[in-house]
C-alpha cells in the first residue's frame, strides 16, 4: 500500500470520444485511477461515485471524480513512541 503525502493530482481529462468536455468514459476514468473499468462501474452501482447514462452508455462527470477522490481522502496518524 502506498502513502499518500498531499491530494492526489491526476493528469486533466480531455474531451471524451463523444466530444462532451464535462463528461468521462467509465474506461477514461478506470484508467486515471489505475483501477479496472469493473471496479469504476461497481463504484457506480454503489452509489459511491456519481454518474449518468446516457442511452445504454455510463458518463462520469469530471467534478464527481474529483468529489469522489476528496472523500477517499486518508489523514496521516502520528506515531507516538
Same mark, same amino acid.
Given at each position: 500500500?502506498?502513502?499518500?503525502?498531499?491530494?492526489?493530482?491526476?493528469?486533466?481529462?480531455?474531451?471524451?470520444?463523444?466530444?462532451?468536455?464535462?463528461?468521462?468514459?467509465?474506461?477514461?476514468?478506470?484508467?486515471? +485511477?489505475? @483501477? &479496472?473499468? =469493473?471496479? %469504476?462501474?461497481?463504484?457506480?452501482?454503489?452509489? #459511491?461515485?456519481?454518474?449518468? *447514462?446516457?442511452?445504454?452508455? +455510463?458518463? @462520469? &462527470?469530471? =467534478?464527481? %471524480?474529483?468529489?469522489?477522490?476528496?472523500?477517499? #481522502?486518508?489523514?496521516?496518524? *502520528?506515531?507516538?513512541?
Amino acid at each position: 500500500m502506498h502513502a499518500t503525502v498531499g491530494p492526489a493530482r491526476l493528469a486533466p481529462i480531455l474531451p471524451s470520444a463523444g466530444g462532451e468536455p464535462g463528461l468521462v468514459t467509465v474506461r477514461e476514468v478506470a484508467d486515471q +485511477l489505475g @483501477v &479496472h473499468p =469493473e471496479t %469504476v462501474r461497481r463504484l457506480i452501482h454503489d452509489g #459511491r461515485l456519481d454518474a449518468v *447514462r446516457i442511452g445504454r452508455v +455510463l458518463r @462520469v &462527470h469530471r =467534478e464527481a %471524480v474529483d468529489s469522489f477522490l476528496a472523500r477517499q #481522502r486518508v489523514k496521516p496518524t *502520528r506515531f507516538q513512541a
